[in-house]
């Protein structure tokens, strides 16, 4: 392989590639990062640690074919050093990678592409076109509430759910569910249903952050999703198993409802953080009146309140939540005014949109004598 391109393309797409690089896997191959040639005018570089796999494609000008595999921490960091300069790749019969500049030379040993993972296709599955923006906000609105702990199988997952138009992603903990839904008239008729790993939806999402493309493609078969972009193609492996049924724990009434500003709500949240302990959980007490909602909190550290404005329907209430829960739910939510919906002192909360129905967040609420204030 002989090839020439420029340092900041190869820092791009090393920066794309790089999010599938086992860091903590025991087989060392998928540390490293497959480079291949791909025509005349283009190199593709593509790492997997088995679960997901990121392949994209460069500019480059390509004198020689060819491939090889390096360690992806040694040759990153290489080029990140490397002067302003283009860059010239090539291999040798013994799998020695050079990689020189105008005025550099380095070496790195490497290994044959046949030892590297065979990055599979897929079967055929349902191709849904998406707008880029749509599909990172749902993402960016939904995996936080994943479950975090690999032991819980499925719900460790976003679930993909198109169903006569309605496309809706969904996470959930067992202490929250977060549900963002957009409608679109070119998938009614549709139905399709998937779990993918959340962790790789959020490597996804960051792809969709960099990308320029207005619309990408994800295409779902048995076992696999593929996000294709225009210069990179993101495989995950699907979750088995049974989702829980989240709309059944959806309330289906409240007995008290209230309109606010959305960042009154959370910067008063966020105050009550300031009181958190180290090592422990940030507890927030809703006192709901008429007209105004009181936000307090008590730590060892101290302890503090604030008022904020609202427009309740109802009775009065006193609950209390975890406040990151709180403030993650209302970050993701958006909207400049949010309704918050309640039931008792022990039923969860939910927060909507004023119109419509683009997001929905379920949070539990705590125990008031957790809260303690």
């Known amino acids: 392989m002989k090839a020439i391109c420029k340092k900041t393309n190869l820092i791009k797409a090393l920066g794309i590639v790089s999010r599938a690089v086992s860091t903590v896997s025991t087989l060392g191959i998928i540390k490293g990062i497959l480079i291949k040639t791909d025509g005349d005018l283009n190199i593709n570089l593509s790492a997997t640690d088995i679960q997901i796999s990121i392949t994209t494609r460069m500019g480059a000008i390509v004198n020689e074919g060819g491939s090889v595999v390096v360690e992806a921490r040694v040759f990153s960091d290489l080029i990140r050093k490397l002067p302003e300069?283009?860059?010239?790749?090539?291999?040798?019969?013994?799998?020695?990678?050079?990689?020189?500049?105008?005025?550099?030379?380095?070496?790195?040993?490497?290994?044959?592409?046949?030892?590297?993972?065979?990055?599979?296709?897929?079967?055929?599955?349902?191709?849904?076109?998406?707008?880029?923006?749509?599909?990172?906000?749902?993402?960016?609105?939904?995996?936080?509430?994943?479950?975090?702990?690999?032991?819980?199988?499925?719900?460790?997952?976003?679930?993909?759910?198109?169903?006569?138009?309605?496309?809706?992603?969904?996470?959930?903990?067992?202490?929250?569910?977060?549900?963002?839904?957009?409608?679109?008239?070119?998938?009614?008729?549709?139905?399709?249903?998937?779990?993918?790993?959340?962790?790789?939806?959020?490597?996804?999402?960051?792809?969709?952050?960099?990308?320029?493309?207005?619309?990408?493609?994800?295409?779902?078969?048995?076992?696999?999703?593929?996000?294709?972009?225009?210069?990179?193609?993101?495989?995950?492996?699907?979750?088995?198993?049974?989702?829980?049924?989240?709309?059944?724990?959806?309330?289906?009434?409240?007995?008290?409802?209230?309109?606010?500003?959305?960042e009154e709500i959370l910067n008063a949240v966020e105050l009550a953080e300031v009181y958190k302990s180290d090592g422990k959980n940030s507890f927030v007490r809703f006192s709901i009146g008429e007209g105004s909602l009181v936000v307090s909190s008590r730590a060892d550290v101290g302890h503090g309140k604030e008022t904020v404005a609202i427009e309740k329907e109802g009775e009065d209430l006193e609950i209390g939540f975890d406040a990151r829960f709180l403030k993650e739910a209302l970050r993701a939510a958006g909207d400049e005014k949010v309704v918050m919906e309640f039931g008792t002192s022990i039923s969860p909360c939910v927060v909507r949109p004023v119109e419509g129905e683009g997001f929905t967040y379920l949070i539990l609420p705590v125990r008031l004598s957790t809260v303690n204030v």
Do not use: H, W
């Not at 599909?135 to 975090?148: H, R």
């Open 85 to 262: 300069e283009d860059v010239v790749l090539a291999t040798d019969e013994r799998n020695v990678l050079t990689i020189t500049t105008e005025t550099t030379d380095n070496k790195i040993q490497g290994i044959e592409e046949s030892e590297f993972p065979r990055i599979e296709g897929m079967e055929e599955g349902k191709k849904i076109i998406i707008e880029r923006e749509a599909l990172k906000d749902m993402i960016e609105g939904t995996c936080f509430a994943a479950s975090a702990d690999e032991s819980r199988g499925v719900i460790t997952g976003a679930l993909f759910e198109v169903e006569a138009g309605d496309l809706a992603m969904v996470a959930l903990d067992g202490y929250r569910v977060a549900i963002r839904r957009d409608f679109r008239e070119a998938l009614r008729g549709e139905s399709l249903k998937a779990v993918i790993p959340a962790r790789m939806m959020r490597e996804a999402g960051k792809i969709l952050a960099e990308s320029c493309k207005e619309e990408v493609c994800l295409e779902v078969g048995q076992n696999k999703a593929v996000l294709v972009t225009e210069d990179t193609t993101v495989r995950m492996n699907l979750l088995a198993g049974e989702y829980i049924k989240y709309r059944e724990v959806l309330p289906k009434e409240y007995a008290v409802r209230f309109v606010c500003r959305r």
